[in-house]
């Protein structure tokens, strides 16, 4: 039995089978569908899992449930990771009101066509309160965090902030791992676009005094929260969180490799505190894209083609843009064996980037790195040291 304060408990599950989540992220520890059930006067559960857990779902409510029946089950989130057993639900407890807001029904619709939550249905609106008995529940709207009819619920009893998707990670809670690594992973790669959205929530719950809060995904967070709203604090202002700098780099025969590791080399020469580098063909492109925002400098390394850039490194731009990358400082080293134009196109990507400081230096090479490249490696590190 999962105990998380005196009245509530969690019944999620880890997912292992699961091999790209969200149709593509990698998650090589799983996943964890959290949920949650308050035990008071009356009894709410927050929030379903996937659709290939429902029975050990059920067996979990069940467990705490003993002879008792829920009342609410509260749907703070619609995505399908925890919305998939709303249905299941309300045929096992068909006397239970079905808790939401006025987007959480009309996606329920979507969802599950002919559906009729007729008399089951308790609409709530941003700041309304739902009292079980010891346990008065808040509702905290927080729209795009990370879909439009996203809610948290704050249990002014326990203290207890139940945060949707927010400070939640990759990783099924029966895997030992760090925290921050793949929460940042998360963060920007699901709501790295919705910052400012993620900003307007934070300030909520700053007037609320949390002592847990219970994501949907990821463990409970209850010592230290601090470090945790300071970190979201961080990426969702598009902050630098670390020392140091990022290069990606793609590479068809190995030259510009050469020339984005010469680089590394000399940045670390010069004492840089931090150089994390990645060939973005190889390695899981979320993680590139989370350290991209982790740092405040990036080096993009890439081969002209086709009149435009090696399409991982479009892949990445695209991903850094569309997430709304902002307040950095960007160098650039292009390949190009008869027309090198990586530059240019690099540039233009980043057109309605907020804020980007673009180094002086750049470095051209036509095929292979030669003395004049060395020379150019050397200004641009300098310039990125400053
Ligand atoms: Fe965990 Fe946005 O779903």
């Known amino acids: 039995m999962n105990k998380i ?60 449930l003993a002879d008792r029946k829920p009342d609410y089950l509260i749907v703070q989130h619609m995505e399908p990771d925890h919305s998939a057993n709303i249905l299941n639900f309300i045929k096992e407890y068909p006397e239970a009101k079905i808790v939401g807001n ?28 739902l009292s079980l008995g010891k346990h008065e529940l808040k509702f905290v709207f927080a729209p795009m965090v990370h879909w439009p009819e996203v809610m948290f619920t704050y249990d002014m009893n326990d203290k207890v902030l139940f945060s949707a998707d927010a400070f939640g990670k990759f990783g099924a809670l029966d895997v030992d791992e760090d925290w921050a ?26 007037a609320l005094d949390i002592q847990t809060i219970c994501p949907l995904h990821g463990p409970i967070l209850k010592e230290d929260l601090g470090y945790y709203l300071g970190l979201y604090n961080t990426w ?66 890439t081969t002209t083609y086709n009149a435009d850039i090696f399409p991982f490194m479009k892949h990445f731009i695209l991903d850094l843009t569309e997430r709304n990358y902002q307040n950095r400082t960007i160098g650039i080293i292009e390949n190009g064996s008869w027309a090198p134009m990586a530059a240019k196109v690099v540039k233009g990507m980043f057109e309605k980037s907020k804020n980007i400081t673009w180094t002086e230096t750049t470095v051209s090479i036509k095929s292979a790195v030669k003395s004049e490249n060395i020379a150019q490696i050397e200004a641009l590190a300098e310039e990125l040291m400053k």
């Not at 959480?104 to 309304?128: R, S």
């Not at 690594?181 to 676009?193: L, M, Q, S, T």
């Not at 780099?249 to 510009?256: F, H, I, L, P, R």
């Open 5 to 64: 304060t005196n009245d509530i408990y969690y019944i999620g599950v880890n997912d292992h089978e699961i091999d790209l989540f969200e149709g593509q992220y990698d998650v090589p520890n799983g996943m964890a569908y959290n949920s949650y059930i308050i035990m008071d006067e009356k009894i709410a559960v927050f929030d379903t899992v996937d659709q290939n857990f429902t029975a050990q779902w059920l067996s979990n409510i069940k467990q705490i």
């Open 102 to 129: 006025a987007k959480t029904f009309g996606m329920i619709a979507n969802f599950f066509e002919g559906l009729d939550l007729a008399d089951k249905k308790l609409e709530v609106k941003e700041g309304e309160t």
């Open 181 to 206: 690594c793949e929460a940042r992973r998360y963060y920007f790669g699901i709501v790295g676009k919705y910052g400012v959205q993620v900003q307007a929530v934070l300030k909520k719950a700053a």
């Open 236 to 301: 969702s202002s598009y902050g630098v969180e670390s020392e140091g700098i990022f290069i990606a780099y793609t590479s068809v025969y190995g030259n510009t490799k050469k020339a984005a590791e010469l680089l590394r080399d000399k940045l670390l020469e010069k004492g840089c505190p931090k150089v994390a580098i990645a060939d973005l063909a190889r390695e899981d492109m979320a993680e590139s894209v989370e350290d991209a925002f982790r740092y405040g400098k990036l080096v993009i390394a």
